[in-house]
């Protein structure tokens, strides 16, 4: 038994952006199995499809649809589409990002605006336009973002990550003010390093590397196995920051 009632998010629609992979997925599948309806969005239909059919093996209700996030054109389809199919939507879960590692100085233009469209003006856009629907619709909500330690502390070798996370965390704060008379609640996590498919590789390419990211963790605050994080314990951190 855990340490949640098995019906704690009972029919609530729960859109996930990025939510087919990492911690996207972990959070979907646990809040799946305490009654959440879930929408999940990404950019790789085959990945997508492939998570939804694994969830509906455990019981778990899903819907998936593709969405670039930089596009705001793309949010207002995936959107659309998930208020038609489920009626509307109670959770929104920020969550898709890009990262790698990379001296600033050989950072190009073009792989600044990577990082910051998809974090920042991807949260952004789908905030918007997930927001104005409550609004005009007088309805409360939840948007929780994911954003990541270095959102305030900072961090080399990361910068636009770190700057385009920062952002969410100061989107966050604002709007936690400004929408509150809607009944509107924004809330962020900040999880320290985890061992996702995909980003781990790109942050810790090598044996080295994964080591130092282990050791720079602070003992008080490692998980038990590894001293990295595991994504089952931050869905429940997101399940509290839910309620």
């Not at 990492?22 to 790789?44: D, N, T, V, Y």
């Not at 670039?68 to 038609?84: C, F, G, H, M, N």
């Not at 990262?99 to 605006?113: C, G, H, K, Q, Y």
């Amino acid at each position: 038994m855990g340490p949640f009632t098995d019906d704690l998010l009972q029919n609530k629609v729960v859109l996930i952006t990025g939510g087919a992979t990492g911690l996207g997925r972990a959070m979907g599948e646990k809040f799946a199995q305490l009654g959440a309806k879930l929408a999940i969005c990404g950019r790789r239909e085959e990945v997508l499809q492939q998570t939804a059919d694994e969830l509906r093996q455990l019981g778990c209700e899903v819907w998936h649809q593709t969405c670039d996030v930089r596009d705001p054109a793309q949010i207002t389809a995936l959107v659309d589409a998930a208020e038609l199919h489920y009626g509307g939507i109670d959770v929104l879960v920020n969550n898709a990002a890009g990262n790698f590692i990379s001296p600033t100085e050989r950072l190009s233009p073009r792989a600044v605006d990577a990082v910051l469209n998809i974090v920042l003006h991807g949260t952004f856009y789908t905030t918007l336009e997930v927001g104005k629907r409550w609004i005009e619709q007088g309805k409360n909500g939840t948007m929780l973002n994911i954003v990541t330690t270095y959102a305030s502390t900072g961090s080399g070798y990361v910068v636009p990550s770190a700057a385009a996370k920062a952002g969410v965390l100061a989107l966050t704060r604002s709007l936690a003010v400004e929408w509150a008379s809607y009944g509107i609640r924004q809330v962020a996590i900040a999880p320290g390093p985890f061992p996702t498919e995909g980003a781990w590789s790109r942050l810790s390419p090598t044996p080295e590397l994964e080591q130092k990211m282990i050791d720079r963790t602070p003992p008080a605050t490692r998980w038990r196995r590894g001293g990295i994080g595991q994504p089952g314990r931050l869905s429940h951190l997101g399940l509290c920051r839910l309620y």
